[in-house]
């Protein structure tokens, strides 16, 4: 018996290519969260996001392959990670969810992860 992984369950390639979007769109326009990507194109970290969520929840597994182990916490050193930040990002990532319109279970699966993730990343409590 195979079991459909939640990459499939969600959606796929298409779901996960909104929900970045949507999260991006939301970065571009909140200037005290963009601070924390340094890159003027936005486009580079939008792939990088996508593939990361993609191979978590079961589909390719492009970003180990392109970016080696993903190491969060420590890829993301480097930037000061407030509380402050952390709640814009989840603000903006939250938003991206409720676009998507996925079945109950899946959505309250996907915004545990989502918030635990954005928890673990906060490395400074000065705003």
Do not use: C
């Not at 996960?16 to 949507?22: S, T, Y």
């Not at 990507?37 to 390719?60: I, K, N, S, T, V």
């Not at 899946?106 to 989502?114: F, Q």
């Amino acid at each position: 018996m195979t079991v459909e992984s939640f990459y499939d369950q969600v959606g796929g390639h298409q779901t996960f290519r909104k929900l970045v979007h949507e999260f991006y769109a939301g970065v571009a326009g909140d200037p005290e969260l963009r601070t924390l990507y340094p890159e003027e194109d936005l486009g580079p970290a939008e792939e990088r996001f996508r593939m990361f969520l993609e191979q978590y929840w079961g589909g390719p597994e492009t970003y180990s392959q392109e970016r080696g182990h993903p190491r969060l916490r420590m890829r993301h050193a480097p930037f000061k990670v407030t509380t402050t930040q952390r709640d814009r990002w989840l603000k903006h990532i939250m938003a991206a969810v409720d676009s998507l319109d996925l079945a109950p279970a899946n959505d309250l699966i996907l915004r545990d992860y989502l918030d635990r993730a954005a928890h673990s990343m906060v490395n400074s409590l000065d705003d």
